[in-house]
C-alpha cells in the first residue's frame, strides 16, 4: 500500500479563519513533507519532517504551522492567510530522509477568500 | 546550481507515437533522478526513476535515458496513448539532501 490520504479535498476561509490540513500515511515512513503547489507549476517545497522532528522549513511564513503528532500524521494549520496562499497542497512522505521514491497524497485545494 | 531545466513546455504527440522530454541539471552531486506524472486535480506519482550508475532503465512503455557527461537525462513513452495525457515533472536530488528540484513541468497530449 503506497497511499498518502489528505484531507479535506477542498477548503475555502476567509483572511481570518484558522484551519488545518491533515495527512496520513500508514506505509511506516519516517519522513513527511508539505508542498505547495501553484497552477502550472511544479511542487515547492515547504517543510520536512523526518523522525517526527522538523528538519527543513524553507522559509515559509509564520501564518504556515507544521506539526507532526506521530509517525503516521501530518497536519499543517493555517491561519490568516492571503489570497495568494490559494494553491494545492501536497503532502509526501518516504522511507527516510535522503534520496527515497516519495509517494504524494491527492492535495487539499486551498482557495482564500 | 539548483535549476532542473525542463523541455519542452507542452507537447502533443498522435496516438502511437513517442513522446520524449528532456531535462538537464547543473549540480555534480545530484544521485537521483525522478520523473513525476500528474493528472489534473491529482498529486504527481512517480512514474520512472534513475540513478547515475546506469545509463538506462524501461519500465513498460516509459524509459530514462542518462548522459552523466552532458548532465542530462529523458524520458521516452513509446506508443504514447491518450490515457497518458498528463503534466510530467523530471527532478533531481542529492543522497541526504532529501530536497527535490523539479523541472518546471511539460504537459503532454496524446491526440486519438
Known amino acids: 500500500d503506497t497511499e498518502v490520504t489528505q484531507t479535506p479535498k477542498h477548503l475555502v476561509m476567509g483572511m481570518t479563519n484558522k484551519k488545518s490540513l491533515k495527512c496520513e500515511q500508514h506505509?511506516?515512513?519516517?519522513?513527511m513533507y508539505w508542498y505547495k503547489q501553484k497552477a502550472k507549476k511544479p511542487p515547492e517545497l515547504m517543510f520536512v519532517?523526518?523522525?517526527?522532528?522538523?528538519?527543513i522549513n524553507e522559509s515559509v511564513p509564520s501564518r504556515f504551522s507544521p506539526e507532526c503528532p506521530n509517525s503516521s500524521l501530518l497536519n499543517l494549520h493555517l491561519h490568516a492567510l492571503q489570497p495568494e496562499d490559494s494553491a494545492l497542497y501536497l503532502c509526501?512522505?518516504?522511507?527516510?530522509?535522503?534520496?527515497?521514491?516519495?509517494?504524494f497524497g491527492p492535495g487539499t485545494r486551498l482557495t482564500v477568500l | 546550481q539548483q535549476q532542473v531545466k525542463q523541455s519542452p513546455q507542452s507537447l502533443i504527440v498522435q496516438k502511437g507515437g513517442i513522446s520524449i522530454i528532456n531535462c538537464a541539471y547543473e549540480?555534480?552531486?545530484?544521485?537521483?533522478f525522478p520523473w513525476y506524472q500528474q493528472f489534473p486535480g491529482k498529486g504527481p506519482a512517480l512514474l520512472i526513476a534513475?540513478?547515475?550508475?546506469?545509463s538506462e532503465k524501461k519500465e513498460g512503455r516509459f524509459t530514462i535515458s542518462f548522459n552523466k557527461s552532458a548532465k542530462q537525462f529523458s524520458l521516452h513513452i513509446m506508443d504514447s496513448q491518450p490515457g497518458d495525457s498528463a503534466t510530467y515533472f523530471c527532478?533531481?536530488?542529492?543522497?541526504?539532501?532529501?530536497?527535490?528540484?523539479f523541472g518546471a513541468g511539460t504537459i503532454l497530449r496524446v491526440k486519438s
Open positions: 519532517y523526518s523522525y517526527e522532528k522538523l528538519s
Open positions: 506505509m511506516g515512513h519516517r519522513a
Open positions: 527532478a533531481a536530488s542529492r543522497e541526504y539532501g532529501n530536497k527535490l528540484v
Open positions: 509526501a512522505s518516504s522511507q527516510a530522509q535522503g534520496t527515497d521514491t516519495q509517494y
Open positions: 549540480n555534480t552531486a545530484f544521485d537521483y
Open positions: 534513475i540513478r547515475p550508475d546506469v
